[in-house]
């Protein structure tokens, strides 16, 4: 495995490099989620990228920027042993410069949800995604169905922008117990960590009601609610699969998508229906 910190070297490999590129975006702590997109890439293409990069520009003032989970060591050990080619390691000096063009993610889809507690994030990742995409240029992208929002607005660029990447979306996992993997589970102490399960069992609750013929999305945010009256809610939402509000949910347009925090940690989780 190659470990590249700078562009100008990324970009000289790159160069070189015949065939097909899987590229995976990370920003590291990674778990078995992350491996899960590493695999399939692996599987699906002659050469893989994987980049590590904490992206200042996608943190609010307010968040764990500083704190963000770093484990290098750890990192360098899962891409070695999952047969990663080339790893992207810059700093944010490397990637940003003092002036910039800015790239805003569509408003009417970025500032809900995820961003409407979080404004402004979406413009950072895109941002990123962005520069990724051309200096690795990849034939195909993996990103996991856990950050939904993020998935559907990189697809919206990818397809508005006419970039030359073919997107693929990958199902999330999770502990044995339900609990969606994430590199901020490590912030919960025990107890929370059996209320995180109130998430995964939100979203059941919610998809064996609608096997059942509840349609009517008010009744389903209602019945994930129920699930998850312990926790503080930021919300709990059934739309369509491009993020419309609809009266009636239905089946295979339909995600069901939950941000709730568990003491201090705000955890996020979602069902594709
Ligand atoms: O999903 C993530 O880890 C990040 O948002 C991404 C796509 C690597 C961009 O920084």
Known sequence: ??????????????????????????????HNGHLSLIRQARIQNDTVIVSIFVNPTQFLPNEDYKNYPRREEADLKI??????????????DEIY??????????????????????PGHFDGVLRVVLKLFNLTRPTNAYFGKKDAQQLYLVQNMVKTLF?????????????????????RNIYMNEK???????????????????????????????????SLKDLRVDYAKALSRDFEIKEQITIKDTILLIAAFVGKTRLIDNLWI
Not at 97 to 118: D, F, Q, V, W
Not at 163 to 183: H, K, T
């Open 1 to 30: 495995m190659k470990i590249v910190s700078t562009i100008k070297e990324l970009k000289a490999i790159r160069e070189e490099l015949k065939g097909s590129v899987g590229f995976v975006p990370t920003m590291g702590a990674m």
């Open 79 to 92: 891409c070695t042993l999952a047969g990663v080619d080339i790893l992207f390691m810059p700093t944010a």
């Open 97 to 118: 410069t003092k002036i910039e063009p800015e790239i805003l993610a569509p408003k009417n889809l970025s500032y809900i949800l995820e961003g409407s507690s979080r």
């Open 163 to 183: 970039l030359n990447v073919n997107i693929v979306p990958c199902d999330i996992v999770r502990e044995s117990d339900g609990l969606a993997l994430s590199s």
């Open 192 to 226: 929370e960590r059996v209320q995180s399960l109130s998430l995964s069992i939100a979203l059941k609750n919610a998809s064996q009601a609608i096997m059942k013929g509840e349609r009517d999305t008010k009744k389903i945010e209602l019945i994930m609610l129920e």
